[in-house]
């Protein structure tokens, strides 16, 4: 894809590659229970692996971590090691569209704004495959926060995301899907605003210096400021939902 080396440019300089926080992370394993000492966790999309950290100074998993961007695997290992829990997280270069693990592997399957690559239903149906009977999914994915959002935001996921729903319809996908939804809520817009958008304008201007004249990287880093704008507008109608479910027999 044109452009794709700026978008990891600008991504590889950002803490995290979508909106979240430690504190969300550490809510959403909480509602986990009944865990046996060292959970076998995949973290899907794990990216630099902000959330892959943070699981594993809460579990006491083995960790998994998941990406098909071999520099977000070397940074999350380099805090993995700075922090001393380099032990409990395997690096994985691999495609999530191409995971070959065995069936019933996982006590927890974990991935916080990345599973809309596989399509939801569809990431749904390949991670209950590969959880053990009981396990767990806790999954972030962007939603309506209201029944009716008004037009410019309607016309802008349909363009950007037409899979995006309400939480109710996610829930019911989740109960078809074969999953006890065990709790689910809404991410602060702080994870977004303080973890993810203030990061990245700091690095947009850094960016837009370094590329003066490139009018090709000038454009994606101007989509991506696009971006910004539009969440400070809309942040009332979507956002980010933590699902966290039980695969049920
Ligand atoms: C929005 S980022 C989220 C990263 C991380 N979970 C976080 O919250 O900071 C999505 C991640 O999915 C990864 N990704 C995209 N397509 C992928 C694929 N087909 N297989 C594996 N990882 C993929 C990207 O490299 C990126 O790290």
Redesign the pocket.
Known sequence: MEGTEYMYEL?EALP?????DNESTRRAFNTITKLPKQPFIL?????????TVELAKVSNGKILA????QP?LDKLMKTAGDEGLADNIIPKN????AMDFDENTFDIIW????LY??GFKNGLKRCRQLLKNGGYLAV?EIVYLVPDPPAPVIQYFEREYPDITDVNDKIGLIRDEGFKLISDFTLPESSWIDSYYLPMEKELSHLNEKYQGNEAALAIFDEMRHEIDFYKKYSDFFGYEFFIMQKIN
Request: net charge negative; aromatic share 10%.
């Open positions: 991504f995290r590659c979508g909106p979240g973290d899907i999309g794990c990216g630099p692996g902000v959330q998941l990406d098909n961007h977000f691999m495609s999530m569209l991935s916080e704004g990345a690559f596989m972030t």
